[in-house]
């Protein structure tokens, strides 16, 4: 079975720095996605970024970047110039799309946005 | 852009009550999932769904748990007979290979 490690359970940065958050997982899947989740006080989650295993280069939203390094197995999610709307939970989700696209998530990290 | 809509936004029942929340997914998915979120807690993995059947259940979808998807469009999670441990964020969410899954803005369910 897949695992998500997220070791940082909480975070803080200050407004307009940059802030990156953790992740790595356990697979003996060769292909793969992966995602990061923002779940704002609303709880409700939201797609930030997407990773697709094959694809060497690492995904960029605006904003948000990834770091993924498939053969360490790590994914971490870089944000730039942060603002007071990024302080969420963030949740790291591995993909099998062998297994019936079923996804698992890892235990989350608080961000907070100080300004 | 499309949505999966659940409804209600909060329940609140008895212990012992039956409750069914509703899910309805985005309508070309294939795949449909119930997650619960207990507050401040990780997402858990409850059921999946596909072809009309479960493909994949976790350890808490146990016997008082069962899903349907009755007429094609709603995807519905019934607690047969609820504990007070059941109270927590029920998401639904639905996907199409590969693409990360769309949530509904899920269920707060308290049970009394």
């Known amino acids: 079975a897949q695992t998500v490690t997220q070791s940082q359970p909480e975070m803080s940065v200050q407004e307009a720095e940059t802030v990156t958050l953790s992740c790595t997982y356990d697979t003996s899947e060769n292909n793969y996605y992966l995602f990061w989740y923002k779940q704002p006080p609303s709880r409700q989650m939201i797609l930030v970024i997407r990773?697709?295993?094959?694809?060497?280069q690492n995904a960029t939203e605006n904003r948000f970047s990834v770091n993924f390094q498939k053969a360490a197995k790590s994914f971490s999610l870089k944000i730039s110039d942060s603002q007071l709307g990024d302080t969420a939970m963030y949740f790291c989700a591995f993909m099998n799309p062998h297994n019936n696209n079923d996804m698992r998530f890892g235990a989350g990290t608080r961000l907070t946005v100080k300004p | 852009e499309p949505e999966v809509t659940q409804t209600p936004s909060h329940q609140v029942t008895q212990m012992g009550q039956e409750v069914i929340l509703r899910c309805v997914p985005i309508s070309n998915h294939l795949y449909f999932y119930w997650y619960r979120q207990i507050l401040g807690q990780k997402v858990e993995f409850l059921v999946s769904?596909?072809?009309?059947?479960?493909?994949?259940k976790s350890e808490i979808f146990d016997d008082q748990f069962s899903v349907e998807r009755p007429d094609g469009s709603n995807f519905t999670l019934k607690i047969r007979s609820t504990k007070l441990e059941d109270s927590a964020m029920y998401f639904c969410?639905?996907?199409?290979?590969?693409?990360?899954?769309?949530f509904g803005s899920g269920t707060r369910l308290t049970v009394v």
């Open positions: 990773q697709e295993a094959y694809k060497q």
């Open positions: 969410a639905s996907s199409s290979m590969g693409y990360g899954y769309t």
């Open positions: 769904f596909y072809n009309n059947e479960i493909s994949e």
